[in-house]
C-alpha cells in the first residue's frame, strides 16, 4: 500500500512562489499533481514518468510550473512560479501502480490529503 503526504501550500501574492512536496512510501510509478477549486472538477495539473526522464503539464501552468521527483528519497516535487490567483485550489499529488502516464484522475491509484495553495491579488 502507498502512503502519499503533501506538504508546502501556504498563502502567497500573485507572482510568487510556492514548492509542493509529497513524501511516497511504497512502490510508485507515475506519479502527478492534480487540483481542485471550489465547485469546479478536479483537474491535471503535471505529471512525471517513474525515471523522472519526461513530464507533462497542462496548458494553464506550462512554462511556470516544473515537476520533479527524488527518487532516493522517494519524494515527488512541485515548483510553482509566477503564481496568478486562478492558481487557488487544493493541490493533491497522486501515483500509479502501473507504467501508464495519465491525464485522467481516476487512473491514479493513490492519493495524499491534499495541501492548500491561496495566491492573493
Avoid at 70 to 81: E, I
Wanted: proline share 2%; hydrophobic share 30%; net charge positive.
Amino acid at each position: 500500500q502507498v502512503q502519499l503526504v503533501e506538504s508546502g501550500g501556504g498563502l502567497v501574492q500573485a507572482g510568487g512562489s510556492l514548492r509542493l512536496s509529497c513524501a511516497a512510501s511504497g512502490r510508485t510509478y507515475t506519479m502527478g499533481w492534480f487540483r481542485q477549486a471550489p465547485g469546479k472538477e478536479r483537474e491535471f495539473v503535471s505529471c512525471i514518468t517513474k525515471s523522472g526522464t519526461s513530464a507533462y503539464y497542462a496548458d494553464s501552468v506550462k512554462e511556470r510550473f516544473t515537476i520533479s521527483r527524488d527518487n532516493a528519497k522517494n519524494t515527488l516535487y512541485l515548483q510553482m512560479n509566477s503564481l496568478k490567483p486562478e492558481d487557488t485550489a487544493v493541490y493533491y499529488c497522486a501515483a500509479t501502480s502501473s507504467w501508464v502516464i495519465p491525464r485522467e484522475h481516476n487512473m491514479y491509484n493513490y492519493w495524499g490529503q491534499g495541501t492548500q495553495v491561496t495566491v492573493s491579488s
